[in-house]
């Protein structure tokens, strides 16, 4: 069974940071590009973060350009998001997901990722 798990979210203040992690079983994602998104209330889930398999190359979205960073361990089987410089309105459900393809590049869209974590809370307080 392939499962995503994130760990990490938490209760921080304004300015603060946190490490998500994603830990894959099932199989290996080594090849895959791998992203995170998060999901407001009442709202779409949206792009975050993107790694292409070697980790050579990352995407972001423009919210968190310069304050986030992906990074993998492949040999780990293991995704994180650095997430620095937080504020209020980071806060939301984040996830991570593994695209379905072996493209290489880093992936913006939501509906090439095949699989998906089950979601860790991160609240940051002003």
């Known amino acids: 069974q392939v499962q995503l798990i994130e760990s990490g979210g938490g209760l921080v203040q304004a300015g603060g940071s946190l490490r998500l992690s994603c830990a894959a079983s099932g199989r290996t994602f080594s090849r895959n590009t791998m992203g995170w998104f998060r999901q407001f209330p009442g709202k779409e889930r949206e792009f975050v973060a993107s790694?292409?398999?070697?980790?050579?190359?990352?995407g972001y979205s423009d919210s968190v350009k310069g304050r986030f960073t992906i990074s993998r361990d492949n040999d780990k089987n293991m995704l994180y998001l650095q997430m620095n410089s937080l504020r209020p309105e980071d806060t939301a459900v984040y996830y991570c997901?593994?695209?379905?393809?072996?493209?290489?590049?880093?992936?913006?869209?939501?509906?090439?990722?095949?699989?998906w974590g089950q979601g860790t809370q991160v609240t940051v307080s002003s």
């Open positions: 790694i292409n398999w070697s980790g050579g190359n990352t």
């Open positions: 997901a593994a695209d379905r393809n072996y493209s290489g590049t880093v992936v913006y869209m939501r509906s090439s990722y095949e699989y």
